[in-house]
């Protein structure tokens, strides 16, 4: 495989680390420990920071399962405006959810064939994820201000197609993540933050 062609594989492996899309509605991801509150909405609204460590997981839930929303409304309209990401995340998430945008904006596709395949993507499916442990730490003085989510990711039913119709080349289906969540002091909300892939299968 060529260079190009690796790079285009990289790309569509970062599409895949937590790509939604629309048509299957909200990602599923498996409800926290039983004495966990149950989400609610945080993002965009001020919040005080969390007052144990059960609140700070439930917000993390909630903001990651809004971000994936999110990144699948924006997808699903063609990629272009990345706006509304902002409020749900930063750093290396927002990063990857704005690259992501452009690549199914702009394309080439390596489809299945290897082939590079010009144009804007298309997707359809959607990625879930099953949470299999969650805990918070302490972020710059707030408690609990970090909440990392260990998970399983499972992107079988995600397709990612090239303009010409032919479907993408993916990864694994099935991988673990942690997904970190952190509270924004300075904005006062919760943000999601860094996207870590553990390269095992699940």
């Known amino acids: 495989m060529s260079i190009k062609r690796i790079a285009i594989a990289g790309i569509i492996a970062a599409a895949l680390t937590l790509t ?3 048509g299957t509605g909200n990602p599923n991801p498996t409800a926290s420990p039983s004495n966990t509150p ?14 144990s460590e059960d609140e700070a997981i439930a917000a993390a839930d909630s903001v990651l399962t809004e ?8 997808n699903a309209a063609g990629g272009t405006d990345t706006s509304s990401l902002e409020v749900l ?20 596709v390596l489809n299945v064939d290897q ?25 710059e003085d707030v408690e ?15 397709k990612v197609f090239a303009s010409d119709g032919s479907e993408a080349l993916r990864p694994d289906a099935r991988t ?14 919760w943000l999601v933050y860094d996207l870590i892939s553990l390269g095992e299968s699940c």
């Open 20 to 22: 939604a899309c629309t």
């Open 176 to 189: 673990t993540f942690d997904y970190q969540v952190i509270y924004d002091s300075e904005r006062q909300t």
């Open 115 to 139: 082939v590079n395949v010009e144009g804007p993507a298309t997707t359809e499916g959607a990625i879930k994820y099953e949470t299999l442990s969650a805990y918070g730490q302490p972020w």
């Open 89 to 108: 995340a930063t750093g290396k998430a927002l990063d990857v959810a704005v690259r992501d945008a452009a690549y199914v904006a702009e394309g080439p």
């Open 67 to 74: 971000y994936l929303v999110a990144r699948g409304e924006v």
């Open 144 to 158: 609990n201000g970090l909440v990392t989510i260990n998970a399983c990711q499972d992107a079988s039913e995600y």
């Open 38 to 51: 149950t989400p609610t909405s945080t993002a965009g609204t001020k919040v005080p920071p969390p007052a």
